[in-house]
């Protein structure tokens, strides 16, 4: 069971990477959203001492909300621009943490913020585009394919690693959360800006700006 929730974390990630910038942001807060539900419901259930298990019902009511009312938001979102994407995804973020801020939940909500920040850093200011390799043929588009997967799951692994080493060196720490946050947002922005800027920079993508708001 946790193989199939790191390949499916993984998943979104390779998408942005690899085949779509929105599509790849959109499975991953549909990721983000379903596991921190499912974590929260897991809590409360305790809490209250519920026998019923619910969550996949949860995860059915998200996927139904974003499929009915995603575009809705998502336009509504684009009329305010890149500071109201932002601002949104704070607050989100904030919510996903309120309930209970601890190391469990501020993983969801650092991740989230570093998530929908980097998409439109990405989308203003460095341009990468993953489709744009998709015109490609043969061979050539298969190494860049790979040489982007191999390269941003190297990187992020190392990273990953690192960040458990410090938020274990600062466990007895009263800002420990905080560093957590800090950390699971920084591994974030790897995804969603430095790798598509390396990218970019070894010649694995193209640019292309984009003057429209998020």
Known sequence: ??????????????????????????????????VWAVSLVKSLRVMYHIDIQFEWIVIAVI???????????????????????????????????LYRPSLEFVLFGGSFIGMCAGYCINKRFIGFKSSDVLQRTGFKKAVV?????VLGMTVLILIYYRVENI????????????????????????????????????????????TTDA
């Open 1 to 34: 069971m946790n193989t199939m929730i790191l390949l499916l974390a993984l998943l979104p990630f390779a998408v942005y990477w690899c085949i779509n910038e929105k599509t790849g942001l959109q499975l991953g807060i549909i990721f983000l959203l379903s």
């Open 167 to 210: 938020i274990l060196n600062f466990s007895e720490s009263q800002n420990i959360n905080l560093y957590g946050f800090l950390c699971y947002a920084l591994m974030s922005l790897w995804i969603f800006i430095a790798a598509p800027w390396l990218f970019i920079k070894l010649r694995l993508a193209g640019v292309r700006l984009e």
């Open 63 to 97: 996927f139904c909300v974003y499929i009915f009312f995603g575009n809705r938001i998502e336009a509504a979102l684009s009329k305010g621009g890149f500071r109201a994407f932002l601002v949104a995804a704070a607050v989100v973020s904030f919510i996903m943490i």
């Open 145 to 149: 394919l790979l040489a982007r997967l």
